[in-house]
Structure formats: structure tokens, C-alpha cells
């Protein structure tokens, strides 16, 4: 089974509006087996939505419309649709009473535009909208079927949920899809991709059609690795993706720090409340984001007792002992301050762990043999003291997030005691 | 000109990404002059990209292309580029240079991989790509244009800033389009829109053909107000915004705190520069997010001296030298709390001035009296020590970015001594 989203509205096209319905739309779909092949965004004109619609029914199964079936002048998807299968408007009674009762819900008079909203192309099914005025409306034609429906995020995803998911379950496409992403950090993306070598060979031999597929996805936290599997049935799905990801843990198992939507603060947040240890750090170059990320998962006050943002040689001295001699000799930006500074905020804050970031975060600041992007991470527990280099590039924003996130990865492989 | 964008990726089509590069590119061709009538996402398959990219060729003017440029076996974009416009690759010296530099300064080793990125089609025009590996792509044939450039959103962002919007303003379409927007905090949107009063007549009763329009804009961090003039040439545009601009802030001048691209810590970091004064913050509740924004600001070292994130009470005693008893009896979340927070900073750095927060980001810890979202933000300067409330919802995340602008809200109001 081929599906195709097609979205409607001008604010699609100028940016005003991201397309977050299409990203909803599609996660469900997938979810319930249905692969979606294209994604298209059209202006609310008549000839534009119109070649869509033809250009989708064409190549596809199915087609799910959002947007223009709302009540005003420029809300034309329904006009289109009545074209294209050839249908006339007849009215909907059941509609009507149903627009009656939220109008009255909301204290609001009926009118000739609520009236127009119960009129519905004959031949058509009417999906009820529990949350607008706008009914969804499905054409089942030729073995097809369009669905279409109000762009409201809210009323499309009560017509997605309550219809259009359990409707591909009962007309399932004898195929499950299940998808799975590991998230890395400290590897790029050409390292990791070396790392785990003949992709194809990876995924399995028998990979005839594309039915597996592993893809690399990028940014300043990491690189994730998202398999697909398309299978006969969930259970095959699922052995599947573990015979995979065993393949992907055993050749890059370290960078792996967790999987779908986890992030590295939850994860060294459950590592730390697991072992009932306390953490406090010490930020220079991060100014502040490792605290601000610790502190976005709820519950880190069990774990996270303080955090100091040492911009200044002063403070740096001051509220953590960092000895002036030290900076003097070697620079705010070294081993021997990293380090001074981990031990430093350990003891202040009467943690069993303490970790410090100093750098150079540019644009301005750096020298040649302490270039923009230079970054010291220093971790300290009770057994040891220890700094890592960094080099993160020329980006101010970008040098502070990735030195963030190879802080937070220094203290996860340290509590998983890896290398 | 009429334009498209076609953007590349799986992870599209099954809602795993949101298409935001897509509304970026958008909203930036808008702002230059072109207007966008589609937009398509496909997968990572060639047959698919090939009939998009003939698709959009033949219907259109400009066409912009992101995604599947990377140096991984799922991006395909680069080889059905060379078969669209039977080119073959030759290899590109300047981007050989540009991606050694690039390895250099993130400490990385050159390989094979790096090699195929300075790998381009034969006739294209090469765009320097500042960010990645992988450079932009520009073909021009039979009086259209096509850029196609990666998917990873700064990469995207650099190229369309650097090379696709100066290109457009050099190519005009006739039509002049200048959008503005003023960003403000502390106003509800709709209490904003009702400070505006009657919009129609805010934007002029000569609005024929809806030349002009305004927007509203909410995010946690305030709501902007966007206006769009057309207009036969810039001059005309101009003079039209500035009439509209006036009226504005005539109405609601005092909540506006930038324009366009500004962002608050700028605003505040400039005001603290051009008075030569020093800031510290003791954050709670926001937990580094404060001391995270104003670091992000190039050259913030000169006004920002430390910050200090006392979650655990012991820390605020300690640090800040919050008296314990003051605690007991008010509670940390409290006025008398946030000054004796903001003043401890202040005189602990020696600043001019102190900024605090303490508040109950949620999601457990309300009570009836103090609920979740509960903050007070105090504020200390030489001549006087304060604290304001505020309520601020019931997400954790939202909680702590709008006590984050709150608080420096405050500092812009009193640096500019608003009531």
C-alpha cells in the first residue's frame, strides 16, 4: 500500500506555518504499515490542489488531504474535491445537528456558514469531526481511497486517530513496519558509517526491495542510526530489528547512548539516581547549558546539587579555588584548570562527581595554538581526576552544544565505567 | 519567478523530522521576492527524487533542493542530480582545500569519504558550504535554476543566507516584499491585539487587495507581530512600514523589545555594554538557562561575570549566603528569597548587578498556595533591590524559558528606567 499526504494553505509555503500536520500524519501511517512515498504542500488555488490531486491518485493508494474545509473565503479543498470525483453537494443531516450542538457548546448562533459546512459531496462517507465544524469527508474509488480532512492541528489528528488509524487496521496492507533509532555521539557521521561497514551486508543478506533500510541522521548532539523493517508480520519486524541492532551494538555498542527519543540528560540523570550519586558542575565556554539541560529532566534536584557558570578568571578563583598560579602558567583554557576546575566544584558542592568545560567558544578569543573551538572537559569522583581535548569547530552556539554533549557523555561512560 | 522545494529524506515521509527546512526556505524566498506554489518531501530513492525533480523542472522557475547530499550510501541526491542534467563528476580543488580546513579544525583525519564530497557535476556552479562537507549545487539551464544543498538545518540555513537570498535580490521579480517584525514579552496575544485595536485600519485604509498584512506570532518567549508590505518598488515598502511601525509603537511600544532576528540577550547585553556595566545570575528554577542565553551573545564576557545555579537550598546558604532562617521561614520559593538571592549574587561577584530566579518548574512539588509555575525574579542594583511574580503555566521546559525572559525583560526595563 503507496500513500501520499497532500497539505493545503498558503502559510505552508511562506513558512509562517511548519508543516507539523504531514510530520503527524505520517508517523501514524507508518505506524499502522502504510508506507508514505511523497509529501506535498500546495498554495489554496484551485488548479494547484487540483493537479495534486491528480498527480497523487495516479501513483498511489491512498491520499490523505488536510486543510481548506474551513468556513472561510479562502478554504477550497471541498469545491476541488466535488470536481474531481464529479460529485454535487447535497446536505448532511446528521452534520447539521452535530455543528448545532458545539455551536451551542461555545454559546454561538448558527448561520449560513455553519449550514455550508453540512453540505458534503454525494458519494462520499462523512467522517464526523468531534472538534470543528468541518466534517472529514473519504472517496473509496477504484480500489483507492482519498481522505480529507479540516488543517486545525487538533481536528486532524481527532479524525486521524478516530478514523483514519483504525480504517488501514481493518484494511491492512499485509505489511508491518516497525522502526527503531539508536542515538550516537562522539563519532561523525563518515567514522560511524565506517565503523559499520557494507550497510547492505548489515540489514541481512535476503534484502531483496529495500524491505530493510538504515539510514544516518546528523546534528550538533550526535548522529542517529534509524533502521527500518518491513516484515510479514510484527513478531518477524521485531526479531528482525534485534538480529540488527545486535550487528550495530557490536561494532559501535559505546557511542550508542540510547534509543528513539531518549536524550543524553535522561540517560545520565537514570545513571546517576541508579547508583545514588550527586553531581555538580563547573561551566566556563557551556555557560551555563550543561546545568540548563540537567535541570530540564524532572527530578534532577535527587541529583544535580549546584552549578557555577565561571566566565571570569576571578570567579573561576573565587567560588572554586582554582589556584591563580595555575592560570597564570597555563592559561584558563588547559588541562591543569579543567581539572583544577572539576576538583574544584566537587568539593565545593560536596558532590561525588564534579565536571567542567573551559574554551574558547569564538568568534573572537582564540590563537593559534589555542584556536576558536578548543575545548577542555575535566571530571573528577572520588578515585580519580581527569581532562579530555576537544576541537568543535568555529560555530559559537555549535561549539558550546557539542562540548555539552561530550561533557554529559564523559560522565555516562564514567558511571558505565567504559574506556 | 515562481519557485519550489523539493526536500529529501525518509525520515520525512514517516514524521520522525518535521520539515522545518522546508518553512525556513520558504519564509526566505518569500522575504525575497519569490513565491513558493509547492512544496514536495520524498524518500531517499531515486526514482522518486528523478520524478520530482521533472516534475517541478517543468513547471516552474526556481527550484530548491535539501537533502541526501551527505557522505553516507542513503544520499543519493548528488548522483540523480548528475543523471537529471547528464552531467558526470569531476573533482572540485577549492572544496578539497575547504573540507581539509574543516577536518582540521574539529582535529579529524582526511579519507575517502571526504574525498567524493569535493566531488561535484560538471557544469554545476560550486556554493561554498562553511558548515559540512558537503558544498551547494547550482544548475542553470534554459533560463531556470536549480540549488540543491544538504539537509542538515545549518548547513541549509548557511548556503540560503549566504548564496540563495543575495542570488534572488540580484534576479528580482518586481514586485517588492519587505516583512517586519517586532518582537515582544510580558503581553498576551490577545491583549496585544486588543492594545492595537481595529488592524484594518492599523495597516491603512488603502489596503486594496490585501497588500499589506499583520500577524501574530506567539512563542514562549513573547508574541511577534509581523507586517508584510507589497508594494511597486523597496522605497514605497519602506515608507509604508515605517508608518505602520510608528502606529505600532505608539500602542504598544514598551513590550517591544527588537525587531526582526533580535533576541533579548542581545538587547540586554547591548544596553549593559553601552552603560559599562557587569551582571551575575543565581539561577534556581531555570536552572543555567539565564546564564546559557546571555553566554551566547559574542563578546558577553565584557558585562557577564559569573553565574551561580543553586538548586539545592544548602547551595543558595552557601554560594549565596542566603541567610538558612530566611528559608525556613518564607520558603525558597518566596520574595523575600529571590532578593536576598539577587543581592548575595551581586555583592558575592562584584557587579553592578544581580539577577535571580526561584520557582517550582514542575512537573511535582505545587502546592495550593505555590503552585507548579509559581517564580519570582529579583533583581539588585546599587540604589535598589526588588522581586516581581509571576505565573507562568505547567511545562517544566516553558516554565523555565519564560521566567528565563522575564527576568531579563526586567534588566531591559530597568536599564531603560520603564516603570
Redesign the interface.
Known amino acids: 500500500m503507496r500513500a501520499e499526504i497532500i497539505t493545503v494553505g498558503d502559510e505552508?509555503?511562506?513558512?509562517?506555518?511548519?508543516?507539523?500536520n504531514?510530520?503527524?500524519?505520517?508517523?501514524?501511517l507508518?505506524f499502522a504499515g502504510v508506507d508514505?512515498?511523497?509529501?506535498?504542500?500546495?498554495?489554496d488555488h484551485e488548479e494547484?490542489i487540483e493537479r495534486?490531486l491528480r498527480?497523487a491518485w495516479n501513483r498511489s493508494d491512498a491520499i490523505i488531504v488536510t486543510g481548506g474545509l474551513g468556513p472561510t473565503h479562502d478554504d477550497i479543498t471541498k469545491k476541488v474535491l466535488c470536481k474531481f470525483f464529479n460529485a454535487g453537494l447535497v446536505l448532511h443531516e446528521p452534520t447539521v445537528e452535530s455543528i448545532r450542538g458545539l455551536l451551542t457548546s461555545r454559546n454561538l448562533a448558527w448561520s449560513e456558514r455553519a449550514q455550508e459546512q453540512a453540505m458534503v459531496p454525494q458519494g462520499a462517507t462523512v467522517i464526523p469531526n468531534r472538534y470543528g465544524t468541518a466534517p472529514g469527508l473519504m472517496f473509496e474509488r477504484q480500489g483507492k481511497v482519498l481522505v480529507a480532512m479540516a488543517g486545525v492541528p487538533y481536528e486532524m489528528k481527532g479524525i486521524i486517530d478516530s478514523f483514519v488509524v483504525p480504517y488501514f487496521h481493518e484494511h491492512p496492507s499485509g505489511v508491518s513496519i516497525l522502526?527503531r533509532?539508536f542515538n550516537t555521539t562522539g563519532i561523525?557521521?563518515?567514522?560511524l558509517?565506517?565503523k559499520l561497514g557494507n550497510?547492505d551486508e548489515m540489514v541481512g543478506v535476503s534484502n531483496e526491495d529495500?524491505r530493510t533500510?538504515?539510514?544516518?541522521?546528523?546534528?550538533?548532539q550526535g548522529v542517529r542510526i534509524?533502521i527500518?523493517v518491513r516484515a510479514r508480520n510484527l513478531k518477524n519486524a521485531q526479531t528482525r530489528v534485534e538480529e540488527i541492532e545486535s550487528r550495530i551494538r557490536a561494532r559501535a555498542g559505546s557511542y550508542i547512548f540510547g534509543c528513539d527519543e531518549e536524550i543524553l540528560e535522561e540517560v545520565v540523570g537514570r545513571l546517576l539516581k541508579e547508583r545514588g550519586l550527586t553531581i555538580a558542575?563547573a561551566?566556563s565556554c557551556?555557560?551555563?547549558?550543561?546545568?540548563?539541560r540537567?535541570?530540564?529532566v524532572?527530578?534532577?534536584?535527587d541529583y544535580?546539587?549546584?552549578?557555577?557558570?565561571?566566565?571570569?578568571n576571578?570567579?573561576k578563583v573565587?567560588?572554586l579555588r582554582v589556584a591563580q598560579e595555575l592560570i597564570d602558567r597555563n592559561g584558563a583554557v588547559s588541562r591543569e584548570v579543567a581539572e583544577a576546575m572539576a576538583t574544584g566544584v566537587r568539593k565545593?558542592?560536596c558532590t561525588d562527581l564534579g565536571l567542567s568545560t573551559t574554551g574558547i567558544?569564538?568568534?573572537?578569543g582564540g590563537k593559534a595554538e589555542k584556536?576558536v573551538?578548543l575545548v577542555w572537559i575535566g571530571y573528577a569522583d572520588e578515585q580519580e581526576t581527569l581532562a579530555l581535548r576537544?576541537?568543535?569547530?568555529?560555530?559559537?552556539?555549535?561549539v558550546?552544544e557539542r562540548a555539552a554533549q561530550a561533557a554529559l557523555d564523559l560522565v555516562r561512560r564514567k558511571l558505565l565505567k567504559m574506556p
Open positions: 505552508l509555503l511562506i513558512g509562517q506555518v511548519v508543516n507539523t504531514a510530520a503527524y500524519v505520517g508517523e501514524q507508518s508514505v512515498a511523497t509529501v506535498t504542500a500546495v498554495g494547484a495534486a498527480d522502526h533509532t561523525t557521521e563518515s567514522l558509517s565506517e550497510i529495500r533500510t538504515l539510514a544516518f541522521l546528523p546534528s550538533p534509524r527500518t558542575v561551566e557551556t555557560g551555563g547549558l550543561i546545568a540548563d540537567i535541570t530540564n524532572p527530578g534532577s534536584s544535580f546539587e549546584s552549578g557555577v557558570v565561571v566566565y571570569s576571578s570567579s573565587e567560588l565545593r558542592a567558544a569564538g568568534p573572537t584556536p573551538g576537544f576541537h568543535l569547530g568555529n560555530d559559537r552556539r555549535r558550546k
